[in-house]
């Protein structure tokens, strides 16, 4: 089970921090974490995944450089810094985990079975 939140309201340049929970202990050391987003009327997109097997993180062009995924074991919890927020950046924020770990697979929707409840991010111009 997962459990997102951090959400909110922020002007454009702004940030705001994710945060992604796991109620089992260890969970982010056997699955893959990724985030994905959806904004009105678009298909959920991926933004950010970070694999199990060897630590890789792998971003969306539209994020590189200005979202950075990290992840407290001790906490069982990933968090998504989003920085130099964007009008564009406006979606649903949804964490999910996969027991896949290969890029192909975690920026595939399909490859994810547990999804937490999204998290709405507003961005204002």
Same mark, same amino acid.
């Given at each position: 089970?997962?459990?997102? %939140? ?8 702004? %940030? #705001? ?5 796991? %109620?089992?202990? %260890? ?36 994020? !590189? ?11 069982? @919890?990933?968090? #998504?810094?989003?920085?130099?927020? !964007? ?18 697979? #975690? @920026?595939? @929707? ?11 991010? @507003?961005?204002?111009?």
């Amino acid at each position: 089970q997962l459990q997102a %939140s951090g959400g909110g309201l922020v002007q454009a340049g702004g %940030s #705001l921090r994710l945060s992604c929970t796991a %109620s089992v202990p %260890s969970y982010f050391g056997t699955y893959s974490v990724g985030w994905f987003r959806q904004a009105p009327g678009k298909a959920r997109e991926f933004v950010v995944s970070k694999s199990y097997r060897d630590g890789k993180t792998w971003y969306a062009d539209s994020v !590189k450089g200005r979202f950075t995924l990290s992840r407290d074991n001790a906490r069982n @919890t990933v968090f #998504l810094q989003m920085d130099s927020l !964007k009008p564009e950046d406006t979606a649903l924020y949804y964490c999910a985990a996969s027991g896949y770990y290969s890029y192909s697979d #975690l @920026t595939s @929707t399909v490859r994810y079975s547990d999804w937490g409840q999204g998290t709405q991010v @507003t961005v204002s111009s």
